[in-house]
DNA sequence: GGTAAACTTGATCGAACGACAAACAACTAC
DNA sequence: GTAGTTGTTTGTCGTTCGATCAAGTTTACC
């Protein structure tokens, strides 16, 4: 009963992907389902039957998101191995997806939907548990850090290094949708990651 | 000829002030024009009458809004007396007002319209000019450090350092509006400024 | 071939959108 | 009082919103 009836025209992973590219430069509000009909090269009533309602849709997009563009800065952390260097090339990588030429210069995850009307809150709440996420991922990575032995600070300074260092990522975004091209933000990075002797070593500073 | 005809029956500077919470909690987008009259207490019609279209009653709410939520951080900026304490307090001047009680957690400027429909194109173009004065002011107030003898870098550092700082503001909206605290942004802007004393020191660091 | 199942299309639903215009109300000038 | 001016209200303009449905099409199964 795997492939009964009319098979479909057009291939759900592609129309996903047109479907990022709209919700992406529009964000979730100001995309309508007629635009994306049109960008997906089907008409509304093949979305509902596919993907279900625009929120639904949605949200399968902001996976294909995660799975794309939010790879390369993961990797980073992943892969680095010390704290510090896994910090600094999670910002470049960061830098680098939000400067790409031919999509929009901003993460999505910040700017597909921060405000709205009432009705689309779920949206907006959906979006902020996926930016709590990044900053448990960065929170994780430098405790790592600290079993691994490459990074001293008492637990109370991770919370808050985390939570500077999630900001300005999300402070990355806001300059590049406004212009910024990819050696501004190396500038901000390299101003970022000057705090991190100081963080990292004089811990009182930075008991909130 | 300044009082003829029929007076209001409504104070604009206070249907202004009833607009500008609308448009605070919701975006300029996900705001209505149905929206806006009910909060204003006054038909669409004369809003229309009184303000224009909604945009340029979007146009004057944002001129509100620098003027009384904008004005602490510019303050800030203008009345410390070193380009540190300036800059200082200027964060913290923005942390007040992003967690203040009774607003929206967050910059309107910032968060009110980054992405959205092709038609409101002008509105996010205004605002990031806007945010582009900012950027602007801050670096205004480093060269005035220079020339105070308060603050020594070299002139593209000031630039780096101008445009981190603004990084930071911006991000913290973002950390605002996702539920952090006074206390968590305050944790952040002791990290931001502890890379002052770096920048300012070794400015090789920072040519970008 | 016949039937059931899956998909696509085109039309359309009620509601909401931004914007506006005519009718009415309230004031000043004379 | 009367005319002229301005503000408010009510209703509605044409459009678009997200969503759904019936009808038609294309396949697998028997």
Redesign the pocket.
């Given at each position: 009963?795997a492939?009964?009836?009319?098979?479909?025209?057009?291939d759900p992973d592609t129309a996903l992907r047109q479907a990022l590219d709209v919700f992406w430069e529009r964000g979730y509000e100001g995309?309508?389902?007629?635009?994306l009909a049109e960008a997906m090269g089907?008409?509304?009533?093949?979305i509902?039957?596919?993907f279900g309602?625009?929120?639904d849709l949605f949200r399968k997009v902001m996976a294909l998101y995660g799975t794309t563009s939010g790879e390369p800065p993961r990797r980073a952390l992943r892969e680095q191995p010390t704290a510090r260097a896994a910090i600094h090339a999670m910002l470049r990588a960061t830098a680098d997806e939000i400067t790409r030429p031919g999509t929009p210069h901003y993460c999505m995850l910040i700017l597909a939907a921060p405000t709205g009307a009432v009705e689309n809150h779920a949206v907006r709440e959906f979006l902020a548990e996926l930016r709590h996420d990044m900053l448990t991922t960065i929170k994780d990575r430098l405790a790592r850090g600290v079993t691994d032995g490459d990074l001293t600070a008492p637990p109370a300074g991770l919370d808050a290094i985390a939570r500077y260092y999630t900001t300005v990522v999300q402070g990355l975004s806001i300059q590049a949708r406004d212009g910024a091209t990819r050696i501004d933000l190396e500038a901000i990075i390299t101003c970022a990651m000057a705090a991190w002797d100081t963080l990292t070593s004089t811990p009182s500073h930075i008991s909130g």
């Open positions: 009963m492939t009964r009836g009319r098979p479909r025209t057009f995309t309508s389902i007629n635009d089907i008409a509304s009533g093949s509902y039957a596919c309602s625009k929120e």
